[in-house]
């Protein structure tokens, strides 16, 4: 079983301050997903990365992609209130409907 | 554009008994899957499904069944529940069971389910 690890677990900052997020594995992926999960509700796709060392900017955030495809980052710049949530990484191997999720790290940004 | 719709949203049931949650999308998408999301270990493929009449096992599939006889509906039965699957799930369809860039999983609100 393949297992993705996140770090930190658990992050509380104020708006305006800068935060990454690390997702790592041992083993190696063909893309990599980051999901944003809000309460009460199901997770939503933020970003597909494909190519090891891809950078893929989504406004305030930014995601890297391991050179060996193994480990992936989340760079949230001048975080807001609204980015408050569960954020997922989601590796896949290329083998057809297998998609291993990682632990998860719970943003709260305060005024 | 209802994508997703998953029912009932909060259950609770007694040791032993049965129920089914259902799931139904309107998107046409040949992959549905059912996921358990528990604290700290994310989510888990319990079931999914690549296309009408093909079901197979993903990594924690024991105490559930699923069948799919439409592309629409992917019900997960439980069949005698326990405590230990007091759980969060998320049922989750895409165009494709080839999960590349490009192909958007999208999941459903969840069902909060406690066994006592």
């Known amino acids: 079983t393949q297992l993705l690890e996140q770090s930190p677990q658990f992050l509380s900052i104020q708006e305006g301050e800068n935060l990454t997020v690390y997702c790592n594995s041992s083993s190696v992926f063909s893309s990599l997903q980051w999901y944003r999960q809000e309460p009460g509700e199901g997770p939503v796709l933020l970003v597909t990365?494909?190519?090891?060392?891809e950078v893929k900017k989504l406004k305030r955030l930014t995601f890297q992609f391991g050179d060996a495809r193994k480990d992936s980052s989340l760079h949230i710049t001048a975080a807001q209130t609204g980015d408050t949530g569960l954020y997922l990484c989601?590796?896949?191997?290329?083998?057809?409907?297998?998609?291993?999720f990682g632990t998860g790290t719970r943003l709260q940004v305060t005024l | 554009n209802a994508g997703v719709t998953q029912t009932p949203k909060f259950q609770v049931l007694k040791t032993g008994q049965s129920m089914t949650l259902q799931c139904a999308q309107d998107?046409?998408?040949?992959?549905m899957s059912w996921y358990r999301q528990d604290p700290g270990m994310g989510l888990r493929l319990i079931h999914y499904s690549v296309g009408a009449g093909i079901t197979d096992q993903g990594e924690v599939p024991n105490g559930y069944n699923v069948s799919r006889s439409t592309t629409e509906d992917f019900p997960l039965r439980l069949l005698s529940a326990a405590p230990s699957q007091t759980s969060v799930y998320f049922c989750?369809?895409?165009?494709?069971?080839?999960?590349?860039?490009?192909?958007?999983?999208?999941f459903g609100e969840g069902s909060w389910l406690t066994v006592v």
């Open positions: 990365v494909v190519t090891g060392g």
């Open positions: 998107m046409n998408h040949e992959y």
């Open positions: 989750a369809s895409s165009y494709s069971a080839f999960l590349s860039s490009g192909n958007t999983i999208y």
């Open positions: 989601a590796g896949y191997t290329g083998t057809a409907s297998k998609l291993t």
